[in-house]
């Protein structure tokens, strides 16, 4: 399996950015998929989860009400739909997968793969 986020850019506070994530492998519909972040000089974070078939999403209270995460199955994508950006919201953006269904948050030991990041950085 690999993973390829794309979509990051340097925008202004209150503005929008969508990422995509490609699953480059098998059986995309039995990963539960997820985005990270990490900004500098801070722990990765997870801050959005979404099930197998798309029915359950669960968001960091950071970005709950501001970010949307949503998969397509038939392309084997997931999305990241981020409004109402703000400056904390710098940092690098990363796509994880992992085998299990995923009905919440996801630590990072349990991601099963990592894509490479994409940098997200707003501006006052």
């Known amino acids: 399996v690999q993973l390829q986020a794309s979509g990051g850019g340097l925008v202004q506070a209150g503005g929008s950015l969508r990422l995509s994530c490609t699953f480059s492998g098998t059986n995309f519909g039995g990963h539960g998929m997820a985005w990270f972040r990490q900004a500098p000089g801070r722990e990765r974070e997870s801050i959005a989860t979404?099930?197998?078939?798309?029915?359950?999403?669960y968001y960091a209270d950071s970005v709950k009400g501001r970010f949307t995460i949503s998969r397509d199955n038939a392309k084997n994508m997931v999305y990241l739909q981020m409004n109402s950006l703000k400056p904390e919201d710098t940092a690098v953006y990363y796509c994880?997968?992992?085998?299990?269904?995923?009905?919440?948050?996801?630590?990072?030991?349990?991601?099963?793969?990592w894509g490479k990041g994409t940098l997200v950085t707003v501006s006052s």
């Open positions: 994880a997968a992992a085998g299990v269904p995923l009905y919440g948050q996801l630590p990072a030991a349990r991601v099963d793969y």
């Open positions: 979404i099930s197998w078939g798309g029915g359950t999403k």
